[in-house]
């Protein structure tokens, strides 16, 4: 009886508002990680190695990494849904920018722009599902608008590999650009505004915030982040050069690719809907192991095309899994009072993995070669595997 009525007093799920935020998210992860889809392309095009191209990424992430808690802080009295729709449209005119780039020069430049577009939107949408649902509904609010992001990897980045593949990566970025002008006046139109903590701006404000209990959680949360997309990145930047010069897949099958490890991500996010809330220790030891344990199959058996493409799918679920698990573990563990800090130090972290493991993958393609990276990636990962069963008790996911 006490159940029920807890039940009855949830308010209704916000799905619509959910699925409006996923599509804001689902514009930007696939112009962040477009890229990585079209390496050989850019780097013919714009007559530079494989390793300086991949790090495009890693230039993107470190702007990200430094810009995004000064600009979070910057922008704090600033109403959440009004700063969405600016940081949309600037990003937007950062993929027109990167299209219309003559040299590389300017193209990092662009994706300079790009990047602290990126790390503003996310420190802000990073909590916003977090703001529109009590509690209980935080996994499935997590889920629903993370499944953007998988989208992006299902949808977006083969799409746009298979774009620029067809009509080269410079359309493909003005794809995006349009894309991502008709979600912001989805965002004006339908995402509704929301209430949150906003510092008082008073003298002790920023030293209780630092004394939050809920802060060392926080911070292990974000360690796990970091290694987590470390590891992935690692070989995930380089996977379409991989898999055309080391598994001997055709160029026209790498979208294709793209697109089942896409799927299998959103497999993976389903997966973390249904157990992240129920069982999140359990779930997140489990899709780590089973990441970990791909990337290793794929440095093992590289040239065995199908045992490949299952592995590729297999890490996909896993890696679909991970992001919204460790996302949901974040705003768990951080009080009302950070959950807008919780959030920049998550994209801080998820950014800074990001960036690193690019630039490792590009540091290790000369003295290894493409063929190690597998084994690299899934070292770290499994450094992160060890991390989050030392730190269990540290950081709650009630």
């Keep these: 009886m006490t159940a029920a009525?807890?039940?009855?007093?949830?308010?209704?799920?916000?799905?619509?508002?959910?699925?409006?935020?996923?599509?804001?998210?689902?514009?930007?992860?696939?112009?962040?990680?477009?890229?990585?889809?079209?390496l050989p392309d850019m780097a013919a095009d714009l007559g530079v190695s494989l390793s300086q191209t991949g790090i495009l990424v890693t230039v993107?992430?470190?702007?990200?990494?430094?810009?995004?808690?000064?600009?979070?802080?910057?922008?704090?009295?600033v109403p959440r849904k009004r700063l969405v729709v600016i940081v949309m449209s600037a990003n937007a005119v950062a993929n027109v920018c990167?299209?219309?780039?003559?040299?590389?020069?300017?193209?990092?430049?662009?994706?300079?722009?790009?990047?602290?577009?990126?790390?503003?939107?996310?420190?802000?949408?990073?909590?916003?599902?977090?703001?529109?649902?009590?509690?209980?509904?935080?996994?499935r609010a997590v889920a629903v608008s993370g499944a953007g992001g998988t989208a992006a990897f299902v949808l977006g980045v083969p799409a746009g590999t298979a774009i620029g593949h067809a009509v080269g990566w410079r359309l493909a970025f003005v794809v995006i650009a349009i894309v991502v002008a008709l979600l912001t006046l989805l965002v004006i139109?339908?995402?509704?505004?929301?209430?949150?903590?906003?510092?008082?701006?008073?003298?002790?404000?920023?030293?209780?915030?630092?004394?939050?209990?809920?802060?060392?959680?926080?911070?292990?949360?974000?360690?796990?982040?970091?290694?987590?997309?470390?590891?992935?990145?690692?070989?995930?930047?380089?996977?379409?050069p991989f898999s055309i010069e080391t598994a001997?897949?055709?160029a026209d099958a790498v979208p294709g690719l793209l697109l089942l490890y896409g799927v299998a991500g959103a497999v993976g996010l389903v997966l973390a809907g249904v157990f992240g809330g129920r069982y999140?220790?359990?779930?997140?030891?489990?899709?780590?192991?089973?990441?970990?344990?791909?990337?290793?199959?794929?440095w093992l058996l590289p040239t065995v095309v199908p045992v490949y493409v299952a592995v590729v799918v297999l890490w996909g679920v896993a890696i679909g899994a991970l992001p919204a698990l460790l996302q949901t573990r974040m705003m768990h563990v951080a009080s009302p009072r950070i959950r807008d800090l919780?959030?920049?130090?998550?994209?801080?972290?998820?950014?800074?993995?990001?960036?690193?493991?690019?630039?490792?993958?590009?540091?290790?393609?000369?003295?290894?070669?493409?063929?190690?990276?597998?084994?690299?990636?899934?070292?770290?990962?499994?450094?992160?595997?060890?991390?989050?069963?030392?730190?269990?008790?540290?950081?709650?996911?009630?």
């Excluded at 209704?12 to 990680?33: D, H, K, N, Q, W």
């Design 5 to 38: 009525r807890g039940r009855e007093t949830l308010p209704s799920f916000p799905y619509f508002a959910l699925i409006v935020l996923a599509g804001a998210i689902f514009t930007l992860v696939t112009g962040e990680f477009l890229p990585t889809g079209l």
């Design 60 to 77: 993107f992430a470190v702007t990200v990494v430094v810009a995004t808690t000064p600009l979070a802080a910057l922008t704090r009295r």
């Design 98 to 139: 990167a299209a219309l780039a003559p040299t590389y020069e300017l193209l990092v430049g662009a994706r300079v722009f790009a990047g602290l577009c990126h790390g503003l939107f996310w420190a802000v949408v990073g909590a916003y599902a977090a703001h529109l649902v009590p509690r209980q509904q935080l996994a």
């Design 189 to 240: 139109r339908w995402l509704p505004p929301i209430e949150r903590y906003v510092p008082s701006g008073e003298p002790g404000e920023e030293i209780r915030a630092r004394r939050d209990p809920s802060l060392r959680g926080v911070l292990l949360t974000a360690l796990l982040i970091v290694i987590l997309l470390t590891g992935q990145n690692i070989f995930y930047t380089y996977i379409a």
């Design 248 to 250: 001997g897949l055709p």
């Design 280 to 298: 999140p220790f359990i779930a997140a030891t489990s899709f780590m192991t089973v990441s970990a344990a791909s990337v290793l199959l794929i």
């Design 342 to 398: 919780a959030a920049a130090v998550q994209t801080t972290s998820f950014n800074f993995g990001i960036g690193i493991g690019a630039l490792i993958g590009a540091v290790l393609i000369s003295p290894i070669g493409l063929e190690g990276l597998p084994l690299v990636s899934a070292a770290v990962i499994a450094v992160g595997l060890v991390v989050l069963l030392v730190t269990r008790g540290s950081s709650t996911n009630r």
